[in-house]
């Protein structure tokens, strides 16, 4: 398997918590390495886009509110099998069913607030990375 990248975000409740330290030292730790990395605040037209596939759904007006409310950090991972990696790091999407250890069990809040995202393919690892990254941001 050829080296693989990802995109995360650690997102505000973790930052607002002062967790950024941990949730990195933890990316760093499993064999992830960090290639791009920044803060931003997100606006309600960056989530809608982003989140396209969500937009319809019932749950996406709390998650764009939530997205908004403070900074995220954006974040360009690299392993082999960097996706899964990541994922299996985050947990579950509600913290209520994360494995112990992980992040979304750690630092989530619930279903909503669950502190990290993570790319769930390659292709929507290709286009999240070409959303937040240009070429010059990542080394
Ligand atoms: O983030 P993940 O890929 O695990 O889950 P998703 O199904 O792609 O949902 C995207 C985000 O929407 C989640 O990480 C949650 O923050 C939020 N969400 C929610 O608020 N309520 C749900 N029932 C499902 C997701
Ligand atoms: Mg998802």
Redesign the pocket.
């Known amino acids: 398997m050829a080296i693989e990248r990802t995109f995360g975000i650690i997102?505000p409740n973790a930052v607002k918590a002062c967790q950024v330290g941990q949730i990195i030292s933890e990316i760093e730790g499993a064999g992830l390495a960090l290639r791009g990395m920044r803060l931003a605040r997100l606006t309600p037209e960056i989530c809608k886009e982003f989140?396209q596939?969500?937009v319809a759904?019932?749950?996406?007006p709390?998650?764009e509110s939530?997205?908004v409310e403070g900074p995220v950090v954006l974040l360009c991972l690299e392993a082999e099998h960097a996706i899964q990696l990541w994922?299996d790091l985050?947990g579950?999407?509600?913290p209520a069913k994360a494995a112990p250890g992980t992040l979304r069990a750690r630092f989530g809040a619930d279903?909503?607030?669950?502190a990290t995202?993570?790319s769930?393919s390659p292709a929507s690892a290709q286009r999240e990375l070409g959303f937040f990254f240009g070429a010059y941001d990542l080394v």
């Open positions: 997102k989140y596939e969500h759904k019932p749950f996406y709390s998650l939530f997205m994922r985050m579950a999407t509600d279903h909503t607030r669950n995202h993570g769930d």
